[in-house]
């Protein structure tokens, strides 16, 4: 018997580099993506995406920031569109496939690199009592 509980949340983080400019300052395509998204990964979408840009005063950093809530948390992305470069975090309690995320990010953002990282949050002893 494990001496863990089951995990609480999964956390996918994506970054994505060379990814071509058009792709990244096309608010409509990043709209459209996360629509795809949340479907993929099977996922209900609470309200439409916040979408805003930011840091135009900043080469590295000026891009879009996308948010979207989701029934079991929340899809954030950055878009650093003068570097070609993607930042992504999905986290959810309920677990979803990853390289099914990771297909449709390609598809949208057609980036030259990824690097992936998952993370298992919550696993905590079995031991711990709940907060009373």
Do not use: D, P, R, S
């Given at each position: 018997m494990s001496e863990h509980q089951p995990?609480?949340?999964q956390h996918l983080i994506l970054d994505l580099a060379g990814c071509p400019r058009d792709r990244l300052i096309d608010a409509d395509n990043l709209r459209?993506?996360?629509k795809e998204l949340v479907d993929a990964i099977k996922m209900k979408a609470y309200g439409e995406p916040q979408l805003e840009h930011f840091a135009t005063h900043s080469f590295d950093a000026a891009g879009y920031t996308l948010l979207q809530l989701i029934e079991t948390s929340n899809i954030c992305a950055h878009f650093?569109?003068?570097?070609?470069?993607?930042?992504?975090d999905i986290f959810s309690c309920k677990t979803f496939d990853n390289e099914e995320a990771v297909k449709v990010c390609r598809k949208y953002f057609e980036p030259e690199v990824i690097e992936q990282h998952v993370l298992e949050r919550g696993r905590f002893p079995a031991s711990l009592k709940k907060a009373s």
């Open positions: 995990i609480w949340g459209a993506w996360v650093a569109e003068n570097l070609g470069q993607v930042y992504i």
